[in-house]
Structures are given as C-alpha cells and as structure tokens.
C-alpha cells in the first residue's frame, strides 16, 4: 500500500493555465506539507497543514494555495501558472516535527509549464 | 548569508570507505530544528533524522551517524562503511522556532559511492 500519493506524476501544461495536483496519505498523520524542487535541485518548502490549519506558510506567491478537504488529503492548486512554476513538488507527511516522527514523501510531481 | 551551508558539492568514495557530510547552519534563535534528507537517483525524498537545538547528542541509526555540534554550529553525518546504495543527494536543513515558520534546505551533496 502506498503510504503518500501524488496524482498525477507528470504535468505539462501551458502558461496561465490553472492546476491541481493531489495529495493523499494513509497513515493516519495529522500534518502534511508540500514542497517544490526546482531544475537546479534546490528544496523549498511551501505549505504544511496541520488539524486543517496553515503552520507554515513560506513566501510563495499566492497563486499557490493548499487546500484540504480532509485530514488525508493536502491538493495543491496553482493559478495562471508561469514558466518559473515548473518543478518537482513533492507532498509529505508526518506527526507534528516536534515529535520528532518521520516524514513520508509521495513520488513527487513533475510539473512542466510551456 | 545561507541559512545553511554544505559546502560538499560532490564527493565520491569507494565502497567501505567512510564519509562525512558536512552541514554549517546560522541562526540566533535558542529553539531550532535541523534536519538531514536523502534522495537517490531515483528521485523520491527520504526523512533521515530531525534533532532539536536542546539535545546535543549524537545519533547513530546502523551504518549512519550524526554528530551536532552547537559550539561550531555544525550538524554533520557520517556513513560508516558506504555501500552503493549510498550514492544519492543529502540536503541539510533547519527550521527556527516552534512553528516550524522558517524553514531553509541546503544546497544539498552529492555522493558517489564506486563499487
């Protein structure tokens, strides 16, 4: 059984479009996150949820926003995409980090903007 | 200034060889978080470890080891007897605070373990 999934794993899509990739966990967490890799392999988190509230909330602009209908589920939408959104975004998740749980990571989602 | 510094851009050993990767951080809040993640080739993300600024301690978990040292604001990892599988990108990381609000990544080191 996957533990965190992405959907889909691939995305390419053209300038100003708006899209949605989904995240799902079934471990039972209570936090999840959402992080973006860009080309050049840097790591930057976005988002983390916890209890249905933002915990963090990283300078992203705001076309980017994390939506979670359930405990289970972080989606991320992103609006008039731009060239610079493509990227890797991986979705995780874990038990608060101050409990010093481990972190699952989805496959990641490959977005190429055009 | 980084946040966090890896300074490692590519290191390769052989097989059985011990390496060490090193992480500098900065911050001048009391209560911080540093983190070490690995991702192979494959290119999924792996949790390695989380440890508090309050506890000093090393870890070691098999072959992995962490050695944090507040005095030298150092959190380096140390694989004992690399294997193959080794071979991947390690990013360092630290979050400042309780909320986990600041958070910032290495930029990351690749390891190359030849058999």
């Known amino acids: 059984d996957t533990a965190v999934s992405q959907t889909p794993k691939y995305l390419v899509t053209q300038m100003g479009n708006d899209k949605s990739i989904k995240c799902e966990q079934n471990?039972?967490?209570?936090?999840m996150y959402w992080y973006k890799q860009d080309s050049k392999k840097f790591l930057k988190i976005m988002f983390s949820y916890n209890n249905k509230e933002l915990i963090i909330n990283e300078t992203v602009p705001n076309r980017f926003s994390p939506k979670s209908p359930d405990k289970a589920h972080l989606n991320l939408h992103i609006n008039s995409l731009e060239l610079g959104d493509s990227a890797v975004y991986f979705c995780a998740s874990s038990q608060p980090l101050s409990t010093g749980e481990t972190q699952y990571f989805g496959p990641g989602t490959r977005l190429l903007v055009l | 200034a980084q946040k966090v510094t890896q300074a490692q851009t590519e290191i390769s050993v052989v097989e059985k060889e011990d390496v060490t990767l090193d992480c500098v951080y900065e911050t001048r809040d009391t209560t911080y978080y540093l983190f070490w993640y690995k991702q192979p080739p494959s290119g999924e993300l792996v949790f390695l470890i989380r440890r508090n600024s309050f506890d000093e301690q090393n870890e070691i978990s098999g072959r992995y080891s962490w050695n944090f040292q507040k005095s030298t604001s150092s959190f380096n990892f140390t694989i004992t007897a690399s294997q193959v599988v080794d071979s991947a990108v390690y990013f360092c990381a630290l979050s400042e605070g309780y909320n986990f609000n600041k958070f910032y990544f290495g930029s990351g080191t690749k390891l190359n373990v030849k058999p």
């Open positions: 471990l039972g967490h209570d936090t």
